[in-house]
Protein backbone atom coordinates (compact mmCIF):
# COMPACT_ATOMS: atom_id res chain seq x y z
CA UNK A 1 0.00 0.00 0.00
CA UNK A 2 1.46 3.44 -0.80
CA UNK A 3 2.09 5.87 1.65
CA UNK A 4 -1.10 7.86 1.32
CA UNK A 5 -3.56 4.73 1.22
CA UNK A 6 -1.76 3.79 5.02
CA UNK A 7 -2.83 7.64 6.33
CA UNK A 8 -6.12 7.12 5.28
CA UNK A 9 -6.80 3.87 6.40
CA UNK A 10 -5.49 5.31 10.20
CA UNK A 11 -7.83 8.14 9.90
CA UNK A 12 -10.55 5.68 9.28
CA UNK A 13 -9.26 3.60 12.28
CA UNK A 14 -9.39 6.73 13.97
CA UNK A 15 -12.87 7.21 12.92
CA UNK A 16 -13.75 3.58 14.16
CA UNK A 17 -13.77 1.41 10.96
CA UNK A 18 -11.49 -1.25 10.31
CA UNK A 19 -9.71 -0.72 7.17
CA UNK A 20 -9.86 -4.65 6.12
CA UNK A 21 -12.69 -5.88 5.29
CA UNK A 22 -12.52 -10.32 4.47
CA UNK A 23 -15.64 -11.92 3.26
CA UNK A 24 -16.18 -15.47 2.81
CA UNK A 25 -18.50 -14.91 -0.52
CA UNK A 26 -19.73 -18.63 -0.64
CA UNK A 27 -20.04 -21.75 1.33
CA UNK A 28 -19.04 -24.02 -1.72
CA UNK A 29 -15.83 -25.18 -3.15
CA UNK A 30 -14.89 -28.33 -5.26
CA UNK A 31 -11.85 -29.29 -3.27
CA UNK A 32 -11.40 -31.02 0.15
CA UNK A 33 -8.32 -29.84 1.09
CA UNK A 34 -6.69 -31.60 4.30
CA UNK A 35 -6.63 -28.68 7.46
CA UNK A 36 -8.79 -26.49 5.37
CA UNK A 37 -9.61 -23.82 8.28
CA UNK A 38 -12.88 -22.66 6.31
CA UNK A 39 -14.66 -25.98 6.96
CA UNK A 40 -12.96 -26.86 10.23
CA UNK A 41 -16.30 -27.96 12.56
CA UNK A 42 -14.83 -24.90 15.00
CA UNK A 43 -14.23 -22.01 12.05
CA UNK A 44 -17.52 -20.34 13.08
CA UNK A 45 -17.05 -20.70 17.10
CA UNK A 46 -18.45 -24.15 16.68
CA UNK A 47 -22.37 -24.50 16.97
CA UNK A 48 -22.81 -24.07 12.96
CA UNK A 49 -20.56 -24.80 10.17
CA UNK A 50 -19.90 -23.07 7.15
CA UNK A 51 -21.80 -25.47 4.88
CA UNK A 52 -24.71 -25.19 6.88
CA UNK A 53 -25.17 -21.35 6.77
CA UNK A 54 -27.38 -19.97 3.71
CA UNK A 55 -25.56 -18.06 1.45
CA UNK A 56 -26.46 -15.79 -1.83
CA UNK A 57 -26.39 -16.05 -5.75
CA UNK A 58 -26.49 -13.71 -8.66
CA UNK A 59 -27.69 -10.09 -8.58
CA UNK A 60 -28.61 -10.65 -4.79
CA UNK A 61 -25.13 -11.53 -3.75
CA UNK A 62 -23.44 -8.68 -5.46
CA UNK A 63 -26.03 -6.01 -4.36
CA UNK A 64 -25.63 -7.64 -0.46
CA UNK A 65 -22.16 -7.36 -0.86
CA UNK A 66 -21.94 -3.90 -2.30
CA UNK A 67 -24.45 -2.77 0.45
CA UNK A 68 -21.72 -4.13 3.54
CA UNK A 69 -18.76 -2.40 1.67
CA UNK A 70 -20.56 0.75 1.33
CA UNK A 71 -21.22 0.94 4.79
CA UNK A 72 -18.14 -0.51 5.94
CA UNK A 73 -15.74 1.57 3.90
CA UNK A 74 -12.95 -0.87 3.81
CA UNK A 75 -10.04 0.22 2.28
CA UNK A 76 -8.97 -3.54 0.96
CA UNK A 77 -11.25 -6.64 0.32
CA UNK A 78 -10.39 -9.83 0.20
CA UNK A 79 -12.69 -12.65 -1.35
CA UNK A 80 -12.49 -15.69 0.37
CA UNK A 81 -14.64 -18.99 0.53
CA UNK A 82 -14.97 -21.69 -0.48
CA UNK A 83 -13.79 -20.96 -3.80
CA UNK A 84 -15.02 -17.18 -4.59
CA UNK A 85 -14.61 -18.72 -8.50
CA UNK A 86 -17.36 -20.89 -7.83
CA UNK A 87 -19.16 -17.22 -8.15
CA UNK A 88 -17.32 -16.19 -11.63
CA UNK A 89 -20.18 -14.87 -12.70
CA UNK A 90 -21.34 -12.16 -9.94
CA UNK A 91 -17.16 -11.74 -9.52
CA UNK A 92 -17.86 -10.30 -13.17
CA UNK A 93 -19.90 -8.07 -12.09
CA UNK A 94 -18.94 -7.18 -8.51
CA UNK A 95 -14.85 -6.42 -9.52
CA UNK A 96 -15.91 -3.54 -11.59
CA UNK A 97 -17.81 -1.57 -8.79
CA UNK A 98 -15.01 -2.86 -6.72
CA UNK A 99 -12.84 -0.67 -9.22
CA UNK A 100 -14.63 1.95 -9.14
CA UNK A 101 -14.48 2.58 -5.87
CA UNK A 102 -11.32 2.44 -5.63
CA UNK A 103 -10.78 -0.62 -2.94
CA UNK A 104 -7.82 -2.67 -3.17
CA UNK A 105 -9.06 -6.35 -3.99
CA UNK A 106 -7.98 -9.76 -3.73
CA UNK A 107 -9.07 -12.85 -4.61
CA UNK A 108 -8.08 -16.16 -2.92
CA UNK A 109 -9.01 -19.26 -5.01
CA UNK A 110 -7.54 -22.89 -6.15
CA UNK A 111 -7.27 -21.58 -9.96
CA UNK A 112 -10.23 -24.44 -10.44
CA UNK A 113 -11.63 -22.15 -13.12
CA UNK A 114 -10.16 -19.85 -15.78
CA UNK A 115 -8.92 -16.34 -14.28
CA UNK A 116 -9.91 -14.37 -17.36
CA UNK A 117 -6.94 -12.59 -19.04
CA UNK A 118 -9.67 -9.53 -18.59
CA UNK A 119 -9.24 -9.03 -14.93
CA UNK A 120 -5.78 -7.48 -15.52
CA UNK A 121 -7.79 -4.50 -16.51
CA UNK A 122 -8.09 -3.80 -12.61
CA UNK A 123 -5.01 -2.41 -11.32
CA UNK A 124 -5.75 -2.82 -7.96
CA UNK A 125 -6.62 -6.38 -8.45
CA UNK A 126 -4.55 -9.25 -6.85
CA UNK A 127 -5.44 -12.57 -8.14
CA UNK A 128 -3.68 -15.29 -5.13
CA UNK A 129 -3.60 -18.97 -5.93
CA UNK A 130 -3.19 -21.15 -2.93
CA UNK A 131 -0.47 -23.99 -3.60
CA UNK A 132 -0.14 -26.45 -1.75
CA UNK A 133 4.00 -27.46 -2.34
CA UNK A 134 5.79 -29.32 -5.30
CA UNK A 135 3.10 -31.32 -7.73
CA UNK A 136 3.21 -34.59 -6.11
CA UNK A 137 2.24 -32.93 -2.83
CA UNK A 138 -0.12 -30.14 -4.32
CA UNK A 139 -2.09 -32.73 -6.76
CA UNK A 140 -2.43 -35.21 -4.16
CA UNK A 141 -3.89 -32.87 -1.37
CA UNK A 142 -5.74 -30.24 -4.29
CA UNK A 143 -7.31 -32.75 -6.56
CA UNK A 144 -9.52 -31.35 -9.09
CA UNK A 145 -7.16 -27.84 -8.78
CA UNK A 146 -4.35 -29.56 -10.12
CA UNK A 147 -0.43 -28.13 -11.18
CA UNK A 148 -1.80 -28.81 -14.76
CA UNK A 149 -5.30 -27.42 -14.34
CA UNK A 150 -3.74 -24.18 -12.70
CA UNK A 151 -0.95 -24.02 -15.46
CA UNK A 152 -3.74 -24.17 -18.25
CA UNK A 153 -6.17 -21.67 -16.13
CA UNK A 154 -3.21 -18.92 -15.42
CA UNK A 155 -1.97 -19.20 -19.06
CA UNK A 156 -2.91 -15.23 -19.50
CA UNK A 157 -3.84 -13.74 -16.56
CA UNK A 158 -1.27 -12.17 -14.05
CA UNK A 159 -1.59 -13.58 -10.13
CA UNK A 160 0.67 -14.16 -6.75
CA UNK A 161 1.55 -17.80 -5.98
CA UNK A 162 0.72 -18.08 -2.16
CA UNK A 163 1.93 -21.32 -0.44
CA UNK A 164 1.30 -22.72 3.22
CA UNK A 165 4.43 -24.23 4.74
CA UNK A 166 3.52 -27.04 6.43
CA UNK A 167 5.92 -29.77 8.36
CA UNK A 168 6.13 -31.95 5.62
CA UNK A 169 7.57 -28.88 3.38
CA UNK A 170 9.72 -27.85 6.17
CA UNK A 171 11.35 -31.45 6.32
CA UNK A 172 13.04 -31.56 3.48
CA UNK A 173 15.67 -28.89 3.11
CA UNK A 174 16.09 -27.79 -0.66
CA UNK A 175 11.62 -28.23 -0.84
CA UNK A 176 11.23 -24.41 -0.91
CA UNK A 177 13.64 -23.28 -3.26
CA UNK A 178 12.68 -25.88 -5.38
CA UNK A 179 9.03 -24.49 -5.41
CA UNK A 180 10.73 -21.07 -5.93
CA UNK A 181 12.54 -22.10 -9.49
CA UNK A 182 9.26 -24.09 -10.98
CA UNK A 183 7.22 -21.15 -9.81
CA UNK A 184 9.49 -17.85 -10.55
CA UNK A 185 10.60 -18.80 -14.06
CA UNK A 186 6.80 -17.87 -15.36
CA UNK A 187 5.59 -14.89 -17.18
CA UNK A 188 2.10 -14.94 -15.31
CA UNK A 189 3.72 -14.39 -12.06
CA UNK A 190 4.17 -11.89 -10.18
CA UNK A 191 5.29 -12.58 -6.76
CA UNK A 192 5.34 -15.22 -4.18
CA UNK A 193 4.19 -15.42 -0.73
CA UNK A 194 4.90 -17.88 1.70
CA UNK A 195 2.58 -18.52 5.04
CA UNK A 196 3.60 -21.19 7.72
CA UNK A 197 0.62 -23.55 8.84
CA UNK A 198 -1.13 -21.95 11.50
CA UNK A 199 -3.19 -24.71 14.11
CA UNK A 200 -5.95 -24.15 16.72
CA UNK A 201 -5.02 -24.70 19.80
CA UNK A 202 -4.17 -27.64 21.12
CA UNK A 203 -5.07 -29.37 17.47
CA UNK A 204 -2.96 -32.21 16.20
CA UNK A 205 -2.78 -31.51 12.46
CA UNK A 206 0.15 -33.22 10.66
CA UNK A 207 0.62 -30.14 8.79
CA UNK A 208 1.69 -28.65 11.84
CA UNK A 209 6.13 -27.73 12.03
CA UNK A 210 7.85 -27.84 14.94
CA UNK A 211 9.51 -25.12 16.72
CA UNK A 212 12.90 -26.48 14.67
CA UNK A 213 11.10 -26.16 11.57
CA UNK A 214 9.71 -23.30 11.55
CA UNK A 215 13.40 -21.54 12.91
CA UNK A 216 14.81 -23.88 10.01
CA UNK A 217 12.33 -22.00 7.63
CA UNK A 218 12.56 -18.37 8.24
CA UNK A 219 16.57 -18.84 7.80
CA UNK A 220 15.53 -20.43 4.68
CA UNK A 221 13.25 -17.76 3.54
CA UNK A 222 15.76 -15.30 4.88
CA UNK A 223 18.44 -17.24 2.67
CA UNK A 224 15.83 -17.53 -0.18
CA UNK A 225 14.73 -13.77 -1.07
CA UNK A 226 18.13 -12.71 -1.46
CA UNK A 227 18.54 -14.94 -4.21
CA UNK A 228 14.62 -14.65 -5.73
CA UNK A 229 13.59 -11.41 -5.65
CA UNK A 230 9.77 -12.85 -6.46
CA UNK A 231 9.43 -13.95 -3.45
CA UNK A 232 8.22 -10.55 -2.30
CA UNK A 233 8.62 -10.69 1.56
CA UNK A 234 10.22 -8.19 3.31
CA UNK A 235 13.25 -9.69 6.06
CA UNK A 236 11.70 -7.52 9.02
CA UNK A 237 8.21 -9.87 8.08
CA UNK A 238 9.95 -13.35 7.75
CA UNK A 239 11.33 -12.36 11.36
CA UNK A 240 8.21 -11.85 12.62
CA UNK A 241 7.70 -15.72 12.34
CA UNK A 242 10.20 -16.14 15.33
CA UNK A 243 7.63 -14.49 17.73
CA UNK A 244 4.37 -13.68 16.41
CA UNK A 245 1.25 -11.49 18.44
CA UNK A 246 0.91 -13.20 21.37
CA UNK A 247 -3.07 -13.00 21.09
CA UNK A 248 -5.53 -12.03 18.57
CA UNK A 249 -5.61 -8.19 21.24
CA UNK A 250 -2.15 -7.99 20.36
CA UNK A 251 -3.00 -8.50 16.67
CA UNK A 252 -3.02 -5.83 14.08
CA UNK A 253 -4.40 -7.69 11.69
CA UNK A 254 -7.13 -9.14 13.53
CA UNK A 255 -7.96 -5.76 15.14
CA UNK A 256 -8.08 -3.99 11.42
CA UNK A 257 -9.75 -6.84 10.03
CA UNK A 258 -13.93 -7.72 9.53
CA UNK A 259 -14.61 -11.20 8.64
CA UNK A 260 -17.83 -12.08 7.31
CA UNK A 261 -18.87 -15.79 6.22
CA UNK A 262 -21.45 -16.73 3.69
CA UNK A 263 -24.49 -15.36 5.01
CA UNK A 264 -22.47 -11.97 5.18
CA UNK A 265 -24.01 -11.97 8.85
CA UNK A 266 -21.79 -14.35 10.59
CA UNK A 267 -19.11 -12.73 11.97
CA UNK A 268 -15.71 -14.67 12.17
CA UNK A 269 -13.41 -14.44 14.89
CA UNK A 270 -10.95 -13.86 16.26
CA UNK A 271 -9.20 -13.50 12.74
CA UNK A 272 -9.68 -15.16 8.96
CA UNK A 273 -8.95 -18.71 10.94
CA UNK A 274 -12.12 -18.49 13.29
CA UNK A 275 -12.55 -20.74 16.24
CA UNK A 276 -9.68 -20.21 18.94
CA UNK A 277 -6.40 -19.92 16.47
CA UNK A 278 -3.24 -20.68 18.30
CA UNK A 279 -1.33 -17.65 18.09
CA UNK A 280 2.09 -18.35 19.65
CA UNK A 281 2.14 -20.85 16.11
CA UNK A 282 0.28 -18.01 13.56
CA UNK A 283 2.46 -18.21 10.44
CA UNK A 284 -0.19 -16.22 8.55
CA UNK A 285 1.93 -13.70 5.69
CA UNK A 286 -0.78 -10.85 6.74
CA UNK A 287 -0.50 -10.98 10.34
CA UNK A 288 2.82 -11.03 10.20
CA UNK A 289 2.92 -8.23 7.49
CA UNK A 290 1.58 -5.87 9.97
CA UNK A 291 3.23 -7.36 12.95
CA UNK A 292 6.43 -5.70 11.40
CA UNK A 293 4.75 -2.12 10.61
CA UNK A 294 3.30 -2.50 14.30
CA UNK A 295 7.12 -3.05 15.20
CA UNK A 296 8.42 -0.14 12.91
CA UNK A 297 10.14 2.70 15.52
CA UNK A 298 8.61 5.69 14.75
CA UNK A 299 10.32 7.96 17.40
CA UNK A 300 12.73 6.90 20.00
CA UNK A 301 11.12 4.03 21.71
CA UNK A 302 7.55 4.56 19.95
CA UNK A 303 6.80 2.27 17.62
CA UNK A 304 3.35 2.05 14.58
CA UNK A 305 1.88 -0.32 16.70
CA UNK A 306 1.97 2.13 19.85
CA UNK A 307 0.07 4.83 17.69
CA UNK A 308 -2.30 2.20 16.32
CA UNK A 309 -3.20 0.61 19.53
CA UNK A 310 -3.78 4.27 21.03
CA UNK A 311 -5.61 5.02 17.58
CA UNK A 312 -7.94 2.10 17.71
CA UNK A 313 -8.93 2.74 21.33
CA UNK A 314 -9.58 6.33 20.48
CA UNK A 315 -11.71 5.23 17.29
CA UNK A 316 -14.02 2.45 18.84
CA UNK A 317 -14.72 4.80 22.12
CA UNK A 318 -15.52 7.75 19.36
CA UNK A 319 -17.65 4.65 17.81
CA UNK A 320 -19.76 4.00 20.78
CA UNK A 321 -20.27 7.41 21.97
CA UNK A 322 -21.37 8.46 18.22
CA UNK A 323 -23.85 5.68 18.09
CA UNK A 324 -22.25 4.75 14.74
CA UNK A 325 -21.81 0.98 15.36
CA UNK A 326 -23.78 -1.16 12.96
CA UNK A 327 -25.03 1.76 11.21
CA UNK A 328 -27.74 1.50 8.79
CA UNK A 329 -26.84 0.33 5.55
CA UNK A 330 -27.08 3.43 2.97
CA UNK A 331 -28.54 2.18 -0.19
CA UNK A 332 -25.93 1.82 -2.83
CA UNK A 333 -27.06 3.90 -6.18
CA UNK A 334 -23.90 2.99 -8.21
CA UNK A 335 -24.80 -0.49 -7.04
CA UNK A 336 -28.12 -0.36 -8.65
CA UNK A 337 -27.08 1.38 -11.37
CA UNK A 338 -25.03 -1.83 -12.70
CA UNK A 339 -27.68 -4.41 -11.55
S1 LIG B 1 -9.76 -24.63 -1.80
FE1 LIG B 1 -9.66 -23.42 0.06
S2 LIG B 1 -11.76 -23.41 0.86
FE2 LIG B 1 -11.66 -25.08 -0.64
S3 LIG B 1 -11.21 -26.90 0.62
FE3 LIG B 1 -9.25 -26.07 -0.15
S4 LIG B 1 -8.50 -24.71 1.50
FE4 LIG B 1 -10.70 -25.10 1.87
S1 LIG C 1 -3.83 -13.88 12.54
FE1 LIG C 1 -2.48 -15.21 13.76
S2 LIG C 1 -1.71 -13.93 15.44
FE2 LIG C 1 -3.50 -12.90 14.54
S3 LIG C 1 -5.22 -13.57 15.81
FE3 LIG C 1 -5.10 -14.97 14.06
S4 LIG C 1 -3.81 -16.68 14.76
FE4 LIG C 1 -3.53 -14.98 16.22
Same mark, same amino acid.
Given at each position: ? !?????? +??? /??????????????????????? @??????????????????????????????? *???????? !????????????????????????????? !???????????????????????????? $? *???????????????? =?????????????????????????? @?? =????????? $???????????????????????? *???? /?????????????????? *????????????????? $?????????????????? !?????????????????????????????????????????????? $???????? +? +????????????? +???????
Amino acid at each position: M !KTSEVL +KAW /AGILAGNKPYLSIEITKECPLRC @PGCYAFDPAHLGGDTELRQLSDFKGVDLVRN *ILTVIDRE !KPRHVSLVGGDPLVRYRELEMLLPELDTR !KIYTQIVTSAFRLIPAEWGRFSRLTVAI $S *IDGLQPEHDERRKPAT =YERILKNIADARVTIHSTITSYMAAR @PG =YIEEFLRFW $SGRPQIERIWFSLFTPQRGATDPE *ILTP /AQRAFVVEDLLRLRLLYP *ILEMRESLIREIIAPPT $SPADCIFARTTHTLSADL !KTKITPCQFGGDPDCSQCGCIASMGLAAVGNHRVLGGLTAGHLFHV $SDRIGQAW +K +KVSGTFEPPAPES +KAAFTIL
